[in-house]
């Protein structure tokens, strides 16, 4: 029986196109006893404020700032009955009210992945969002992401919705388009417990996914009435992240619940840090593993990481050489090294 044994394998050749490896770079577990003000802020009132008219929906709900709280990790909206009114900038009474939150102003991403947890509601009327809108930006010429959106019912709020909206501007009816999709759970409703909602937001691909279960994609092509992909508006800007529950224009009926609500067990956003590796390269020209050490060729590789599959960097070294890999427990690695020409090379390895 032999002894020894390598110490690391490589185990993919340097054609290999790199598989997604996503690296947390913002989220929100709502672990504290009051909302973030460094990640979140409120939207107020109807919209009159900006010229809408229930947020442009006609939406019937007033949003405060008192109808979120946070509790035992948990987010919770809450819609209300508001029996004496709330009056907006144009005198309009509304008599539900409700709650959204946002990160404009505080963080705003292009490409990645969005994820949220959340249990959403039952009651017709209610109208829960997930989603999304460019900084600065015009509607709908620069685009709308709708990760997330249920319209709940007095049975099952069984269907799950998501979709993407352009347009030119100013707003006109004829040139609005939209992709969407519907998803039917087969087991009760969605606000019988938290479910994942989440895109995958790629340059030219936008991809859906309900429980980690790929429901819809869209690229430039899906628009057959605005094919040009200069008009695709999902590759500019920068966007941030809206979550609120609405009152549809036409409202609840008798049998509807107040007080109601969704809660939100967390909000994550990640990128990729994979790249494809180098072609027609040999890697060990830049990289030799021994035992535990790391060297590398420092007239080639710029710098060099070692990262665990979460992509969060356990170790980093620059021009030095070689990285000691002793502290690293048994497992499997993935190598980044930046080369000096720009490029960056992606290997996994395994520590027996």
Known sequence: ????????????????????????????????????????????????????????NGELQYYQSQNTFVSNGVATIEVKEEPNGLIDSWNNVSYYSSSKITTKGLFDFRYGKVEARIKTIDG?????????????????????????????????????????????????QSTHFYQSFGAYSSNGSFADDFHKYAIIWKEDTISWYVNDVEMFQITPQSYFSIPQPHQWPFNSNDWYIMINLAITQSGPNSSTVFPNNIQIDYVRVYKDISSTSIENKNVSDVLVISKNLLTYNTFKIANIKILDLNGRMLLSEKKSGNISLSNLNQGLYIIEALHVEGYKIHQKIIKY
């Open 1 to 56: 029986m032999r002894k020894i044994i390598l110490f690391f394998l490589f185990i993919f050749n340097v054609n290999f196109i790199f598989s997604q490896n996503w690296q947390l770079v913002w989220s929100d577990d709502f672990d504290g006893n009051t909302l973030d003000s460094s990640k979140w802020k409120h939207d107020f009132g109807t919209g009159s404020q900006f010229g809408m008219w229930g947020w442009g």
């Open 124 to 172: 017709t009327g209610f109208w829960p969002a997930f989603w999304m809108l460019p900084s600065d930006g015009s509607w709908p010429c620069d685009g709308e992401i709708d990760i997330m959106e249920q319209w709940g019912n007095d049975y099952l709020t069984n269907n799950t919705t998501g979709a993407a909206h352009i347009g030119s501007c100013p707003y006109s």
